[in-house]
């Protein structure tokens, strides 16, 4: 039972952060672009874990993330393939990697 709230609640806030994903090439400001759709789940602006984990200072790959941010994950995250052209994400990759723990 817990499964299937956790599948309708994904889908209802992967369809409600679609609807407010800026179309491809209308912004292109990484920190924006990130508390539009990522801030949800990751908290403090991807410096603490929230719904999602925390994102500064991770060892993943760039690709990695490129196809997490594409493809989602199961159960775990959406996917914004098509809410996000390839120069929105690179720069939500790049506002990932700029991410310090302390943002002061």
Known sequence: MAAAY???FLLHVSTAMAQQAP????NL???T???TTCGWCHADGGREAGKGPKLANSQRS???IVQRIKHGKQGAMPAFEN????AQIAEIIKYIRDLKDDPG
Do not use: H, M, Q, T
């Open 6 to 8: 956790a599948v309708v």
């Open 83 to 86: 809410a996000y052209n390839d």
């Open 23 to 26: 179309a491809a090439g209308e």
């Open 62 to 64: 760039d690709e990695f």
């Open 29 to 31: 400001n990484g920190e």
């Open 33 to 35: 672009l990130f508390a």
